[in-house]
């Protein structure tokens, strides 16, 4: 858990807002001692903040990531569905606990499609990073069963990100001697998982779900103006450009 929350602080401050605001704390600092680079830091800070709030920013960022849309072909040589958690939403009051988050929602639905349109067994991957006392894993299982009517045979509950996804995964699955997967996840987040993937063994079908909408054309005021969805979007966008830099580090030094 200790490296968990070190790693996502660390994470936090590197990527919008984070850094933006570490920009403005430094500009007010020096604004008597050093006014000039003061000003430059709060004019950066600001316009930085204002840009990538901007839904039309987010969106276009995010599409940068994705793997393109389109529905996952039928391979008469995939053996499983791999899903990836996408985080929990603790202690919900209507549900009376923990249970899996808006993200992990979605991924879920599409691997339940993908089910019904395949007949393929189902792995869900997620741990407790947190120091949750029930796994992503199990959560994710609770809601394809119950929600869905879907069964799965394997879950992955010990991986605290994506790269321990892949490899409990590959352990899970190399005693039934499974290669080909389907792989389920956003679309923003396939680059790196796809990655990581490969490295580990698995023969990849992506199956990116979850795709950013948002066209060029027909634009509005509305895209320009910033809002909390431009500036999630952005930090996702930097969030896993440090990831997939940070992954092919590790498997370089590990190679």
Not at 62 to 81: D, F, N, R, V, Y
Not at 86 to 115: C, I, K
Not at 133 to 158: C, D, H, S, Y
Not at 190 to 218: K, N, Y
């Amino acid at each position: 858990m200790i490296s968990w929350l070190i790693t996502n602080t660390l994470t936090a401050l590197l990527i919008p807002p984070g850094l933006l605001f570490i920009a403005l704390a430094a500009g007010l600092v020096l604004q008597r001692s050093r006014p000039r680079t003061g000003r430059g830091l709060l004019v950066a800070g600001t316009t930085g903040l204002y840009l990538l709030s901007m839904p039309l920013t987010g969106t276009f960022l995010l599409q940068q990531w994705e793997t393109k849309p389109g529905t996952a072909p039928a391979s008469p040589s995939a053996q499983a569905i791999v899903v990836l958690g996408g985080g929990r939403y603790p202690d919900a009051p209507e549900y009376s606990g923990d249970t899996v988050s808006s993200s992990t929602l979605v991924r879920l639905r599409y691997a339940a499609l993908l089910h019904r349109q395949t007949g393929l067994p189902l792995l869900v991957s997620g741990g407790s990073p947190d120091g949750s006392k029930i796994n992503e894993a199990e959560l994710m299982a609770q809601t394809l069963e119950q929600a869905f009517r879907v069964p799965v045979r394997w879950r992955e509950g010990r991986s605290a990100n994506t790269l321990e996804n892949a490899r409990l995964s590959r352990e899970t699955l190399a005693h039934e001697n499974i290669r080909r997967v389907y792989l389920v996840t956003h679309a923003w987040h396939m680059p790196r998982s796809l990655m990581v993937f490969e490295d580990a063994g698995f023969e990849v079908i992506p199956a990116p779900t979850a795709h950013a909408t948002g066209e060029t054309a027909g634009l509005t005021v509305l895209d320009f103006l910033p809002n909390i969805t431009g500036l999630r979007d952005s930090a996702i966008f930097f969030h896993e450009a440090i990831g997939l830099v940070w992954y092919r580090l590790r498997l370089l030094a590990q190679g």
